[in-house]
């Protein structure tokens, strides 16, 4: 049977579901390895250094691939899709890429998560592209602490104005993500939670994950959900609020003198997996099916190897049918020692 065949053939399904009754809703595209910090929990300056081998750009997936990747995953349901990185805005014409996947018609939510640092630059040209949303991630409003831990004594400040401009080109309201790790930043919480209380943004606390092999994680680094819900609600009383779709990630908190919410992402303490519809590409064309996969499918040699959308259609639709990943309702002592993909080079 040749590559355009099509007689013998079982149907797909147009919603794959995975083996624990999952649909594929949700697709995170990471377009770089690349990233201007060195956030300790993420790409730690002692391994990714001077000496680091990053891909080469042949090695990378071209705006033309990814889009194609994108719309077979549409073609299967996806209707919101995130650039991720290492930073994205670190990619020469990501402004291109954002038109591309804008012009999809089944893509209504299309966004980008950023350290920020380009966005002041970048902003109004990713606005007019097509990108609908972006989330920031700041660790702390005090300098000292936030420069450590991005580890290239990059100030809050221009972070800050990072976020201006993206609310002022209309991609707003903005989503900050703050990875909270004991003895490091617990206690910027409450700055934070003050600090975006009233704009308009939604601050979200995140647990502190073993992502990858090479932040050091351990389990007593962790400040939980719960204890986060409780120092913020002392400070600024907060009551619950219903999740707004299936499959989201965070839990909801409106402050109860109605200024505002909060989301607190607890992947480690209160597990989320059954309501998980995320499939994740690397910048490389690799294929995960959870963000603390040890091994995925490669896309790249399928794209370069046949022009056919039905064979890549069937090789998406037979990974997420074949998917079972639940890692941290499983999570053990064993499963965190696991050589797992870097966040730097599948996104958050």
């Known amino acids: 049977m040749t590559a355009t065949d099509h007689t013998e053939r079982a149907p797909l399904s147009a919603v794959p579901i995975d083996k624990l009754g999952r649909p594929v809703r949700d697709l995170r595209i990471s377009v770089t390895d690349r990233c201007n910090f060195r956030c300790t929990y993420c790409m730690p300056k002692e391994v990714f250094n001077s000496s680091y081998q990053y891909m080469k750009r042949a090695e990378l997936l071209s705006f033309e691939e990814i889009e194609r990747v994108t719309k077979s995953f ?26 591309r996947l804008a012009a999809i018609p089944e893509i209504t939510d299309l966004a980008l998560t950023t350290n920020g640092a380009l966005l002041v630059r970048k902003a109004e040209a990713l606005a007019a592209a097509g990108l609908t949303r972006v989330t920031v991630s700041l660790d702390s409003l005090d300098d000292a602490t936030f420069m450590a831990m991005n580890d290239v004594d990059f100030p809050v400040q221009k972070v800050l104005d990072g976020i201006d401009a993206a609310a002022e080109a209309g991609m707003g309201p903005i989503k900050i993500n703050m990875v909270v790790k004991r003895g490091v930043n617990d206690t910027s919480v409450v700055d934070m939670a003050g ?34 819900i409780e120092t913020i609600n002392e400070t600024f009383p907060i009551e619950p609020v219903a999740r707004s779709y299936a499959g989201e990630v965070a839990t909801r908190w409106r402050y109860v003198d109605g200024t505002g919410e909060i989301g607190v992402i607890s992947s480690v ?9 995320r499939a994740r590409l690397s ?8 963000l603390f996969a040890t091994s995925g499918t490669d896309l790249r040699e399928v794209l370069r190897t046949s022009a056919d959308d039905e064979v890549l259609d069937r090789t998406v639709n037979k990974i997420w049918t074949y998917r079972t ?11 965190t020692r696991a050589t797992k993909v870097e966040m730097s080079h599948i996104g958050g």
């Open 283 to 290: 910048a490389a064309g690799s294929l995960y099916t959870c």
């Open 195 to 228: 600090h975006f209380k009233g704009t308009g943004h939604t601050l979200r606390f995140i647990e502190y994950m073993d992502v990858g092999a090479t932040n050091g994680w351990e389990l007593g680094d962790i400040i939980s959900a719960e204890a986060l």
């Open 269 to 277: 303490t209160e597990p989320f997996c059954g309501g998980c519809t």
């Open 325 to 335: 990943d639940r890692y941290s309702e499983t999570r053990t002592s064993l499963t």
């Open 74 to 99: 549409a073609r299967h349901g996806v209707t919101k899709v995130r650039l991720t990185g290492g930073e994205p805005l670190l990619r020469s014409g990501i402004e291109d890429l954002v038109a």
